[in-house]
């Protein structure tokens, strides 16, 4: 069967995690590249990902784009993680002592930074694994609109030799 180079696949679920969405689509290339944009939680399964896409789609160009928000605490309440604010801290001192004359870091610049303010920690192995089933049903889903697609285009092309046989059978 004639499977299409283009195709588009989006999954996503809403679950005491949060959100996660995966978005993946893939073009004609005539060699495999995997694009790939992550949440800072889960940039560490980067390989883990790739190699489960280039698993299922052996050429072509595609980009794969995971999104997520963290859920929302229970109690609407949300806490300073005060280990990464010493840590930032500790940067801080450590570039101004490289670089006397570097401004110092503002509170709303520390309160932006990822992980300062949050809710509870994130359990990273079941984020991993909710993130790995759905990549899973999301590249599933491509791979059905590539044979899709694939089925259209081939009906197209007999379509078009059809009709180029019947112009040189009237000739």
């Given amino acids: 069967m004639a499977k299409s180079m283009t195709a588009f696949g989006r999954e996503e679920i809403r679950n005491s995690l949060g959100y996660l969405a995966w978005e993946i689509r893939s073009v004609n290339h005539r060699y495999q590249e995997i694009s790939m944009r992550l949440p800072e939680e889960l940039r560490s399964a980067e390989p883990d990902f790739r190699q489960s896409i280039a698993n299922a789609i052996h050429r072509g160009r595609v980009d794969a784009i995971l999104h997520y928000k963290g859920a929302e ?28 004359d570097a401004p110092g870091l503002r509170t709303a610049e520390i309160l932006r930074w990822p992980g300062v303010l949050g809710t509870e920690v994130v359990n990273i192995d079941h984020l991993y694994n909710q993130a790995s089933g759905l990549l899973e049903k999301t590249l599933a889903v491509l791979l059905s609109n590539r044979k899709r697609e694939g089925k259209k285009l ?14 040189v059978l009237e000739t």
């Fill in 73 to 100: 605490p229970i109690s609407g309440e949300t806490s300073l993680n005060q280990t990464e604010i010493r840590r930032l801290a500790q940067w801080e001192m450590e570039v101004q002592q490289i670089i006397p």
């Fill in 154 to 167: 081939l009906e197209l092309l007999q379509d078009c030799l059809s009709a180029a046989r019947d112009l």
